[in-house]
């Protein structure tokens, strides 16, 4: 337990609260976390998680970009959920990539816990990715990968990682919660010739577009 843990767990609870809150002010705090944790995560050899952080950042700029091109009014993004079939293709090909990474890590690497860590990182990357594209199916994702992830960096000592880990099962519940009831309340829009979307979901810097 370090300064830069310290750091590092402060700017990733207040970015998971903000995309709880479909803020994209939540990006400037991700994007701190992920450099952080990064160096963190080589320390410890958990390599695979390393390299995730990486993949991370790569997805937050494509979900930047995705959440700016649906914010409304207020400030918040549109959430949809996802769509059969991206579901399943997401799961499969999450699976394939965990076991292609298990293997590569259990003998080629000295990572502490290579198929284990391989699986939670095609997991984070799979739900890295459901939220960029603002899909409600990737709180569940987080909160399976995050309760095993507690157990994980207690294993390595990281008490105060796993805290914030347990802290962000809560956070995904309760971001399950809002992006839901956000879902029921926002108005339903259909995809329509030309792909416009209605001008009162929209800020007023697009309604004038």
Do not use: C
């Not at 400037?28 to 944790?37: I, K, N, T």
């Not at 995730?52 to 949809?80: K, P, S």
């Amino acid at each position: 337990m370090n300064v830069e843990e310290l750091v590092a767990v402060t700017v990733s609870v207040l970015a998971v609260w903000l995309t709880t809150r479909r803020s994209l002010w939540n990006y400037p705090f991700a994007f701190a976390s992920v450099g952080l944790y990064a160096h963190i995560f080589h320390d410890v050899k958990l390599y695979a998680d390393m390299a995730l952080q990486v993949v991370f950042a790569i997805t937050l700029a494509y979900g930047l970009i995705e959440w700016r091109n649906f914010q409304r009014a207020d400030g918040t993004v549109i959430v949809t959920h996802a769509p059969r079939a991206e579901l399943v293709v997401g799961l499969v090909l999450g699976a394939l990539g965990a076991l292609a990474l298990g293997a590569f890590m259990a003998t080629r690497t000295d990572a502490a816990l290579p198929w284990l860590d391989a699986a939670l990182t095609a997991a984070s990357l799979v739900g890295s990715w459901w939220a960029a594209r603002r899909r409600i199916e990737n709180w569940w994702l987080w909160i399976a990968a995050d309760v095993i992830y507690v157990g994980v960096f207690l294993y390595k000592g990281l008490q105060l990682t796993a805290a914030l880990y347990a802290a962000f099962v809560v956070l995904a519940v309760v971001g399950l919660r809002r992006w839901q009831s956000a879902f029921r309340q926002q108005a339903i829009v259909r995809p329509v010739p030309g792909g416009v979307v209605p001008a009162d979901l929209l800020g007023p810097e697009r309604r004038s577009n």
